[in-house]
């Protein structure tokens, strides 16, 4: 594949994109593409997690991004979150789809079924969750965390794939890299969350502040460690069920990326309308530079 380095937002904006898809653990790829060329964008927050991969899917253009980089070689939270998010709003996307494997809290939810969660519970601790300080306050509106419109057309594209699916939930997101003891996994059940992983918060959170529409389609890999019957959770028994979800992954994609409308019918593209509280006057400049992406459209 061709390389390209972005440099400036310029060059990437010639890439524009309205769909971002993010491949969670065991997706390092997207098969299927079109016309597939890479593209590396640089960001004020640094370089995204990979090289983009921009192609054609279901005869729409889209932009693939390996959450982890292709060899799985970062740490939950050594994720560069920003960079991820900025640079998908750089190549122009409107809609993320984010892939991601989560573990069971509940008997229901088995292995291998995905979940479309509309709420998530905080458990990091070690992460940049925002775009915003250094001169300039903004407080979105996150009662809602995911978008409504894309969470609905992901349910019906696993059904039309034949997976079995799960509307709505609580993902509780944990910090990691390790999994949960049995306390913090009883724990969990009793606040009766419904899926546990270490990534989606957080890109949940700054793809609102970039207002861009976000949903997550989490496949159950296990049943973390409260399960009477599945009390540990291996690395073995995760990426088996890691393999067999993925080719359930590509089918659910392609439904999904042929399905969404044109047209958003949703808040998250006017999310920072209100939520930009520093008086314009008292911005510094390098900040105004570095968010141009981001706040362009609401700072003269």
């Known amino acids: 594949m061709a390389r390209a380095i972005a440099k400036k937002k310029k060059a990437a904006k010639s890439e524009a994109v309205r769909i971002g898809i993010i491949g969670g653990s065991g997706l390092y790829t997207m098969p299927g593409l079109s016309g597939a060329r890479e593209l590396r964008v640089k960001t004020p927050f640094g370089y995204p997690s990979d090289a983009f991969v921009i192609g054609e899917l279901e005869g729409q253009q889209v932009a693939f991004l390996s959450r982890h980089g292709r060899g799985h070689r970062l ?28 573990g069971s809290l509940r008997e229901e939810l088995k292995p291998q079924d995905f979940v479309i969660p509309d709420q998530f519970f905080d458990r990091t601790r070690h992460r940049a969750d925002t775009f915003f300080g250094t001169g300039l306050a903004a407080h979105i509106m996150f009662d809602k965390p995911t978008c409504a419109q894309v969470a609905a057309c992901l349910g019906s594209a696993c059904e039309r794939a034949g997976v079995r699916v799960h509307a709505g939930g609580t993902y509780v997101c944990m910090e990691g890299p390790q999994f949960s003891t049995k306390a913090e996994s009883h724990t969990y059940r009793q606040l009766r969350f419904d899926v546990i992983g270490m990534t989606n918060l957080t890109e949940a959170k700054l793809a609102r502040e970039a207002e861009i529409c976000y949903a997550t389609c989490a496949m159950v890999t296990d049943f973390d460690c409260w399960h009477p019957d599945h009390d540990a959770v291996t690395i073995g028994m ?9 080719e359930h992954a590509q089918n659910v994609l392609r439904q ?34 570095k968010l141009v992406a981001i706040i362009g459209k609401y700072i003269s």
């Open 75 to 102: 740490l939950p939270s050594e994720i560069n979150y920003r960079a991820n998010i900025y640079a998908m709003k750089l190549l122009g996307v409107e809609r993320i789809i984010s892939m991601s494997a989560v």
């Open 238 to 246: 995760v990426i088996e069920n890691l393999q067999k979800n993925a």
């Open 256 to 289: 999904v990326v042929r399905a969404l409308p044109a047209q958003r019918d949703c808040k998250c593209g006017s999310a920072l309308a209100t939520a930009l509280i520093t008086d314009r006057k008292m911005i510094p400049a390098a900040t105004k530079k």
